[in-house]
C-alpha cells in the first residue's frame, strides 16, 4: 500500500521552499531519500545558486 502525503514535509530541503500541499508524494520513497542525503542538502545547491547568480 502507497501512502501520500504533502510535498510540504520535505520543504526543508529547498533554498527557497514553496508551498505545494496540492501535490502529493511516496512517503517511503521520500523518506528513503531523506535517510542517503547529507543533513545539510539543499535544492540548489548553494555553490551552484552562487554560479548562476553571478554577473560574471
Do not use: C, R
Amino acid at each position: 500500500m502507497t501512502l501520500l502525503v504533502p510535498s510540504d514535509l520535505y520543504n526543508g530541503w529547498f533554498s527557497v521552499p514553496v508551498s505545494t500541499a496540492h501535490i502529493e508524494v511516496d512517503y517511503a520513497t521520500m523518506n528513503g531519500l531523506v535517510q542517503k542525503l547529507p543533513q545539510e542538502y539543499t535544492l540548489p545547491d548553494p555553490e551552484a545558486l552562487a554560479i548562476m547568480n553571478s554577473n560574471d
